[in-house]
Nanobody, 122 residues
């Protein structure tokens, strides 16, 4: 069992930046960030293989969001730049242990944090 605790959310103006953190209680092999706005499905915004560092981004955030990790601290980060109001959502950290498919499929992650709110004002 892995527990995930997110932090770093908040309010920011359009064009600004925020960095989210996710503290994991133990080893994981694949971690990701997802977001969900009211009335919308949960969508992945970044993922990383924790041993090797391969990263995945959807087109909507590529070039603006950067996922990174500190394995010594079991901490995952999401640096978000050039934020727009469309980025406003609850952001969730997710993880799995062991083999699995790459990419950003909600069903491929076994562990989830409680979420941290990001609000971008115009």
């Amino acid at each position: 069992q892995v527990q995930l605790v997110e932090s770093g959310g908040g309010s920011v103006q359009a064009g600004g930046s925020l960095t989210l953190s996710c503290q994991a209680s133990g080893y994981t092999s694949y971690m990701g960030w997802f977001r969900q706005a009211p009335g919308r499905e949960r969508e992945g915004v970044a993922a990383i293989y924790t041993p090797g560092g391969d990263k995945y981004y959807p087109g909507s955030v590529e070039g603006r969001f950067i996922i990174s990790q500190d394995n010594a601290k079991n901490t995952l980060y999401l640096q978000m730049n050039s934020l727009t109001p469309e980025d406003s959502a609850m952001y969730y950290c997710a993880a799995r242990i062991g083999a699995g498919v790459p990419g950003l499929f909600v069903w491929a992650f076994a562990y989830w944090g409680q979420g941290t709110q990001v609000t971008v004002s115009s």
